[in-house]
């Protein structure tokens, strides 16, 4: 029974990402700032539950990197439709998801490969990501108080770290089916 408790957390961030979208959509920054924020701790009790009692399951490997995608896509371009951030930001982001998941695709359908862990660049790019949409995100709930070089340095970052992190997927990606080439040619000998 405990070990779905980091699954059921991941499903209510995942529920979460709706009602976060409709507060959004209704420019309500201080509710969603909330909501958030409440995402945000099941993310990391997750998988802090997940690693430290041994409660990891393939479900939760497969819905947790969903949820957190789901969130940070839903929020990017909603505050890109309330101009909040810059369109074409949360047009990037979206697009270096649909890129990483499109070359997954490929690979679980023309490979072998199954396992498709993420990089360091790609978890840092996240956390710019978080960072800057939690900052731009209070701060539309403050009244945008922010200087504007503050916030346009955040979308600079943002988008170099977006940007770098989707290459960076890409080489890896490129050197990964590379290896399986060669160790299949190999295995038909």
Request: hydrophobic content about 60%; charged content about 15%.
């Amino acid at each position: 029974m405990f070990r779905s408790v980091p699954n059921i957390l991941t499903i209510l961030r995942l529920v979460l990402v709706p009602v976060i979208a409709a507060q959004l959509a209704r420019e309500h920054y201080r509710q969603a700032l909330a909501l958030v924020f409440v995402a945000g701790v099941t993310d990391g009790l997750d998988g802090w539950l997940a690693r430290r009692f041994g409660w990891m399951t393939r479900v939760g490997a497969w819905l947790d990197p969903l949820a957190d995608k789901a969130l940070l896509v839903t929020v990017y371009i909603l505050l890109g439709v309330r101009a909040v951030l810059p369109v074409w930001l949360a047009v990037l982001v979206p697009l270096r998801d649909v890129f990483i998941l499109s070359m997954i695709g490929v690979g679980l359908l023309f490979t072998s490969v199954r396992t498709f862990p993420p990089s360091r660049w790609g978890k840092l790019s996240t956390i710019v990501q978080v960072f800057t949409a939690l900052v731009v995100l209070a701060d539309a709930a403050a009244g945008k108080l922010l200087p504007h070089a503050v916030v346009l340095s955040l979308v600079s970052i943002t988008a170099a770290a977006t940007i770098w992190s989707g290459f960076d997927y890409g080489r890896r990606g490129f050197a990964m089916w590379r290896r399986w080439r060669i160790d299949d040619a190999a295995s038909r000998r």
